[in-house]
């Protein structure tokens, strides 16, 4: 490869895993816009055929959070065997497997009839989607060196936030076509754009080991747990990522909902306003996070963590905004702040983990982040599917950002790199 082609490539990476971003999110978002259009069809389809399904299993608020929360906690327990995997496997062929199952599993949720049909569809997309994101990030990492790492990471996010506003239109979407065409046709896009990655992905060599080396010289899983666990740093980075992801999992899965219910708005208009705000601004969030971030930390080596620390404090008055308000603007500007505040802190969760833990173990690191992250996400989740139904949604939203708080203070006073890059 010739170096014009070396200085070109990084960011040819960047734009086909930004798809996939896109595709992972999507997937996952439409779900909860589509809610009403599926309850009611399913039930409509069991009270004909009676011994198909409890009417009221889909009747309740709490229940379909069970049903979007059964993803996450799935998705959490493979987080850490996924990116275990990432550090030894081809993250090629890793990623555009996952990408064509998960995919595979969007086109067959446009079949299901049944409640258990549903919930077992997702327990098996959460299997799969773990198995991108520590990959991507691990592969984008090691592309990118520190003048463009935190940019690179922050624009590949973007796809994921460009994906979660088109799955915003799920209700739309549902009601012009149904929603069985929805994730039938969307399944089919993504086994095709898999097949695209299988010709033009490729993968890399990981720090400086070559890869004949690295075949020869992997180290065992319990050691590489143990040297993550042993690291202080590390635990510090676990929680850092968990505290604001808590909120991030509650926007995904209840703020059309929320919108919905404090508007007095239906939510084929909710689910669209709702996510296509947060994403634009997270998109934002994410570029002016990612520049500022890989300029911040050549004059100063915790650079990047001041500019998640200046994320969370854009997150902590979209909660109360959010949580309390209960018109369009209070809701607007709620949503706009969280974008911006989650963009900035999105950007720099991997870079922020490359200047503590080695090239080498860097997958399974967040593998185990991304666990703990969507165990709390799957909790908030179950829990806001009670508030709902309590009627105390926007109350409990708002008081997230009281742990975001503390958070903050803990990030800025322990939080200390002593380089940009950490090496083996």
């Known amino acids: ?58 009747e309740s608020a709490a229940n379909f ?121 969307f399944g089919i896009i993504g086994v095709g754009y898999g097949v695209i990655l299988a010709f033009f992905l490729r ?44 909120p991030g999992w509650a926007a995904k899965n209840w703020l059309p909902t929320l919108f919905s219910e404090s508007l007095s708005i239906d939510i084929s208009v909710a689910g669209p306003m709702s996510t296509i705000s947060i994403a634009l601004s997270s998109l934002f969030g994410v570029l002016v996070g990612g520049y500022i971030s890989d300029r911040w930390v050549l004059r100063n080596v915790r650079g990047r963590v001041y500019t998640g620390a200046l994320g969370l404090g854009f997150i902590i008055p979209s909660l109360l905004f959010i949580g309390f308000g209960h018109s369009i603007f209070a809701l607007v500007l709620g949503t706009i702040l969280f974008g911006v505040g989650f963009g900035m802190f999105d950007a720099n969760n991997m870079p922020i983990l490359c200047q503590f833990v080695s090239a080498r173990y860097r997958a399974t690191a967040y593998g185990i982040m991304n666990m703990c992250g969507v165990f709390a996400g799957a909790a908030i989740t179950s829990i806001l599917g009670e508030s709902t139904d309590a009627g105390h949604l926007g109350r409990d939203f708002a008081l997230l950002a009281v742990f975001v708080l503390i958070m903050l203070v803990i990030l800025v006073t322990c939080l200390r790199p002593k380089t940009i890059d950490m090496k083996d």
């Open 1 to 58: 490869m010739n170096s014009k082609t070396s200085n070109i490539y990084p960011w040819v990476i960047v734009g086909l895993l930004w798809g996939v971003a896109l595709l992972n999110y999507m997937d996952r978002q439409m779900l909860s816009t589509m809610q009403e259009a599926m309850k009611i069809d399913i039930v409509e389809l069991t009270k004909r055929i009676p011994m198909m399904a409890d009417v009221r299993e889909l």
């Open 65 to 185: 959070g069970r049903l979007m929360a059964v993803f996450l906690w799935v998705y959490g327990l493979m987080s850490p065997i996924s990116g275990i995997i990432g550090d030894r496997m081809s993250r090629k062929w890793l990623i555009v497997g996952s990408l064509c199952v998960w995919s595979g599993v969007t086109y067959l949720m446009g079949y299901a009839t049944t409640f258990d049909q549903l919930y077992w569809l997702r327990g098996i997309m959460g299997i799969s989607e773990a198995l991108y994101l520590p990959a991507a990030l691990s592969l984008i990492a090691d592309f990118h060196q520190d003048k463009t790492r935190s940019l690179a990471v922050g624009i590949h996010m973007t796809g994921l936030y460009v994906g979660q506003a088109i799955g915003g239109f799920g209700a739309t979407f549902a009601a012009m076509y149904s929603w069985h065409s929805t994730f039938h046709w």
């Open 203 to 246: 993968d890399k060599e990981r720090g400086t080991i070559s890869v004949m080396q690295e075949k020869v010289t992997k180290i065992p899983v319990l050691k590489s747990l143990a040297m993550l666990f042993s690291n202080v740093f590390f635990w510090i980075i676990l929680f850092y990522f968990c505290v604001p992801g808590t």
